[in-house]
Nanobody
Framework: VQLQASGGGLVQAGGSLRLSCAAS????????MGWYRQAPGKQRELVAA???????NYADSVKGRFTISRDNAKNTVYLQMNSLKPEDTAVYYC???????????????WGQGTLVTVSS
């Protein structure tokens, strides 16, 4: 199983970016999916998460600005980021809780990270 993240880049403050993360490989089901970020010198933190049923959870710092969504048919999770601030600068990682077959437990998988840089 692999998670491939894309969509990062350089944007000015107030701008928008959309991150995508597609899961591929031997997948039976995907439970929670989410986005985390890690800024230089800081710990990795949860940005947003979404359950298989579509319930969402956001960090207080991004509420009202970021929107997480998923396309279950495509095994893909998205993060729409609006009104970006310099403090949103970080490497963003996608995460998914995946079962590879009917009998297996779910395991935690991570994407490779995509850099988001917000200039002031």
């Amino acid at each position: 199983v692999q998670l491939q993240a894309s969509g990062g880049g350089l944007v000015q403050a107030g701008g928008s970016l959309r991150l995508s993360c597609a899961a591929s490989g031997s997948i039976f089901s995907i439970n929670d999916m989410g986005w985390y970020r890690q800024a230089p010198g800081k710990q990795r933190e949860l940005v947003a998460a979404i359950t298989s049923g579509g319930s969402t959870n956001y960090a207080d710092s991004v509420k009202g600005r970021f929107t997480i969504s998923r396309d279950n048919a495509k095994n893909t999770v998205y993060l729409q980021m609006n009104s970006l601030k310099p403090e949103d600068t970080a490497v963003y990682y996608c995460n998914a809780d995946i079962a590879r077959n009917y009998y297996s437990e779910t395991l935690d998988y991570w994407g490779q990270g995509t850099l988001v840089t917000v200039s002031s």
